[in-house]
């Protein structure tokens, strides 16, 4: 346990990011108070279900006296969460998100910021393809990056403020980087918007051929097929907005990506086998430098108990 870092924080939207910050910060005691809010009355039930934080009747009621305001809502929902805050939030305290896309998320916060708010954008890189109330857990940011983008503001303390939102996160057991947002959308692009869309698109065809029995497809599902499925089951509306608000990042990645596709597949066509070779020696050195980055877990198959190679 440390000293609470904020007295009263708000957690705006309580799904799996929003409900696993209530967790780490009553289980590693980073802030007093706790009060959530969502904008689905059927979440707000779930969340009062399962005993989370007090859960407040209003997004005004939930942001008022709060030191610190999360947004932890869809990246297309930031606009209209942050302009129903700001208003409510005392004067100097901080309101921050964890928006997948960052240069979006500044410019909603930015918006609807009045002069009197500290605007610190923010991304946890932690996550699952799960969400709702139900999918959140204490643990979610231990040891995972944790990366502000805070934007060059005139209102006094912001030094400080940068310093109380990097305590809270380490408090929760992320590591805090602080970058620029353009930079943030350009490295994520191809780190996860990517290889999100991928999925999408191999499960899409996977599901589309014609020559393939959907029933065996699942039934005969290899390990390639079936992590790309855990990652195609992530939330549609949050994906939905990624792209929507990462178009330029992602299209440029896309294009590289088509590139080299297109080089793989001459090299199949040509029986080019030492290209082949060359392209997944490479791979693997990008595999290794991952795990020994402490990025993942080098057992077989993630540690996972379920048979996953090419059987
Ligand atoms: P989630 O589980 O779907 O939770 C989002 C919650 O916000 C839902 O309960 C949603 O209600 C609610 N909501 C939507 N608009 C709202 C509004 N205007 N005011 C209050 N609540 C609102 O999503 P999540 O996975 O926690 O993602 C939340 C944010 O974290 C997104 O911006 C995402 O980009 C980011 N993020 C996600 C991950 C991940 O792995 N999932 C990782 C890092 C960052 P309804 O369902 O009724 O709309």
Known sequence: MTEPVFSRIAIV????IGSSIDRAAREYGAAGEIVLYDASPDV??????LQLGEMAPSLEAAVAGADCVV????????????????????????????G????????????AADGRIHVIPGHPIAGTEQSGPEAGFATLFQGAWHILTPVEGAVPGAAEALEQLTAFWRALGAKVETMD????????????????????NIVATAFDMETVEQGEVVKYSAGGFRDFTRIAASDPVMWRDVFLNNRDAVLECLGRFSEDLAALQRAIRWGDGDMLMREFTRARTIRKAIIDAGQDSGAVNFGRNVPSAEE
């Open 181 to 200: 947002a353009a930079r943030h959308d350009r490295v994520l692009a191809i780190t996860s918007h990517l290889p999100h869309l991928i999925a999408f």
């Open 13 to 16: 939207g309580v799904g799996l």
């Open 100 to 111: 997948s896309v960052k240069g979006e998320a500044a410019r909603a916060l930015a918006a």
């Open 44 to 49: 707000r039930a779930r969340a009062e279900a």
């Open 71 to 98: 947004l932890c809502v869809p990246v297309g929902a930031l606009g209209a969460a942050a302009a129903g805050a700001v208003p409510a939030m005392k004067d100097g305290a901080i309101l921050t998100d964890v």
